[in-house]
């Protein structure tokens, strides 16, 4: 496949950055990161610098791969992070653009690569339990129905990429915060500090400078995970039943 890349350069937050052109020969076998080692690849043979990019296991699990493809969050597939996609999904002679995920609160550190610590902050606010560890407990110590266990595996299934806050025009953190608060809500685990969670998670949201949901579900159609926008309804009630109750 012969392509043509526009690819964002920027050199850190401060600079205004640019897309810079480059041709180059790639396989539809590779993956859609293999391709972009082969740019870097020519780029350092070159002595130019290479493309900055974020991956880890390329494997759909970290969620590290934060690139805007074509304008789509992860690329044109469904269900699909940037790095589980391929190129047989290109077209030989295409032209694709590609861009960091871009957001007030993901600033550029360079390149295509996003500071995306304001979800780490959403975490450390609520998303989490807190026990005193020691042996793992047997896993049928604690019974949970079927069907409650599933909504929480589906919700759980976030890797926080941060694409539905790309993907939506407000730049809001809704489906990341929600599907963290959710998947808790629904476990015996994540009852004693249920309501002091939504409320401290969604006021960091706020700080963190994300913006308000609009229904428009930009964030579902965009989400690797295909985590439903169901979990922000749950994420309200939760949040209205936090403040009428404490
Ligand atoms: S909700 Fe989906 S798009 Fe948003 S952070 Fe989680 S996996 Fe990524
Ligand atoms: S590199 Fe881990 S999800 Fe893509």
Redesign the pocket.
Known sequence: MKLTLKVWRQNGENDKGRFESYQLEASEHMSFLEMMDVLNEQLIAKKEVPVAFEHDCREGIC?ACSLVINGR?HGPMSGTTTCQLHMRHFKDGETIVIEPFRAKAFPVIKDLVVDRSS?DHIIQAGGYVSVNTGQAPDANDILIEKNVAAKAMDAA?????????A?CPNASAM??TS?KVSHLAHLPQGQVERRRRVSAMIDQMDEEGFGMCSNTYA?EA????E?SVLNISKMNREYLNANLTS
């Open positions: 969620g969050p979800f299934a976030c890797i926080g990429c941060g694409a539905c806050v993907a489906l990341f599907a964030c965009e989400c690797p995970k985590i």
